[in-house]
T-cell receptor, first 114, second 115 residues
């Protein structure tokens, strides 16, 4: 039982390049999330998927797209990377996007955009 | 606007000592409050989740308290160990508002335990 896994762990991009961050969970959770964490700031929600087949924008969605491929997998795509997207990206999942449900986080992807 | 403020920003204590981290929030309507531990280079891991009716909740040497009237929470660490060195994040869930997920994250307290 691996929990939430993310690939890659590290990535360096040049401005304008594109890439996809992968996330998978094996806990049969319905809801999945993408956050970014920047120094001196709290985690900020980029996109989330309350259930398979649905996705919604979070606080900072500009420059990103997501795909809920199936119940297990939720990917985050940067179409044209910018230096402002240098950050640590965390994927998380929970049973349901409601109330008391605990979120489980992946180990993160450290992205640098030059 | 919903906000979660944590203090201190950073804290250094000696191994074996106790410490208390603070969290003040202005989230409404309140649903629950969570404390997470984030080791360097890792994702956050849940320590406790408390609803408005729970005043105290423990997880080993970690004890969280909640005062829903004053909108304050604290995380007390007893007999600290080197492995307690981490960032501790307070997160408050609202039934509405906050992020699209209903969550407002604090910036965290960076705790360093020295031998």
């Amino acid at each position: 039982n691996a929990g939430v896994t993310q690939t890659p762990k590290f990535q360096v991009l040049k401005t304008g390049q594109s890439m996809t961050l992968q996330c998978a969970q094996d806990m049969n959770h319905n809801s999945m999330y993408w956050y970014r964490q920047d120094p001196g700031m709290g985690l900020r929600l980029i996109y989330y998927s309350a259930s398979e087949g649905t996705t919604d924008k979070g606080e900072v969605p500009n420059g990103y797209n997501v795909s809920r491929l199936n119940k297990r997998e939720f990917s985050l795509r940067l179409e044209s990377a910018a230096p402002s997207q240098t950050s640590v990206y965390f994927c998380a999942s929970s049973v349901l996007a409601a109330s008391y449900n605990e979120q489980f986080f992946g180990p993160g992807t450290r992205l640098t955009v030059l | 606007k919903n906000q979660v403020e944590q203090s201190p920003q950073s804290l250094i204590i000696l191994e074996g000592k106790n410490c208390t981290l603070q969290c003040n929030y202005t989230v409404s309507p309140f649903s629950n409050l969570r404390w997470y531990k984030q080791d360097t280079g890792r994702g956050p891991v849940s320590l406790t989740i408390m609803t408005f009716s729970e005043n105290t909740k423990s997880n080993g040497r970690y004890t969280a308290t909640l005062d829903a009237d004053t909108k304050q929470s604290s995380l007390h660490i007893t007999a600290s160990q080197l492995s307690d060195s981490a960032s501790y994040i307070c997160v408050v869930r609202s039934y509405s508002g906050g992020g699209a997920d209903g969550l407002t994250f604090g910036k965290g307290t960076h705790l360093i335990i020295q031998p």
